[in-house]
């Protein structure tokens, strides 16, 4: 399923000015407090970076990977860690920072798994959320777009580790549902 240049689904012009307006209200919501900003590897890498360049405030920022164990994952929703965060969190301001949420079972675990070392909030932000896919209950507080469930590339967002660098969010022909990489 390689193309040269799958379809645009939002250009890198609509994505700027929703990134730039999800940044002012973290900026209101956050001011005064001890945010730490948690991009989820790889596919957040791209958003994450933008959006906090938008963001008017001091914060931190780190990283966490993650794998899901296929099958398992859909029915137990435990997923692997293969990089857990170097900063502590106790007491601090959590905004997980995703691509995208599609059964929203990676983000109800990882959410889940921070709130338990004592935070004073954990909430999150995702770039692209596809509802038709979901499986949990999960609130995003700073959604950017919702998008229909066909599988989806560029901007951080991968088939088979390929199109990450897209500068826009575009569509794979003939394709249903998730099987990215994380
Ligand atoms: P969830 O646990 O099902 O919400 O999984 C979300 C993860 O699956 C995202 O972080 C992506 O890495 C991946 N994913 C889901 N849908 C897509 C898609 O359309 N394109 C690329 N990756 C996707
Ligand atoms: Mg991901």
Known sequence: MQ????????????IGVRTARMAEEITEDYRGRDLVMIGVLKGA??????LSRQV???????FVAVSSYGEDTRSSGVVKII?????EIAGKD???VEDIVDTGLTLKYLAGMLRDR?????????LLNKPDARKVDIEIKYCGFDVPPKFVVGYGLDYA??????????VLEE???SEGTD
């Open 3 to 14: 193309q040269d240049k799958p379809e645009t689904l939002l250009s890198r012009e609509e």
């Open 45 to 50: 890498f791209v958003f994450l970076a933008d």
């Open 56 to 62: 008017e405030l001091p914060l931190e920022i780190d």
């Open 83 to 87: 990089k857990d965060i170097d900063l």
């Open 94 to 96: 959590v905004l997980l």
């Open 118 to 126: 004592g935070p004073a909030s954990v909430e999150i932000c995702a």
């Open 161 to 170: 580790e390929r199109y990450r660098q897209l500068p826009y969010v575009g």
């Open 175 to 177: 394709t249903e549902g």
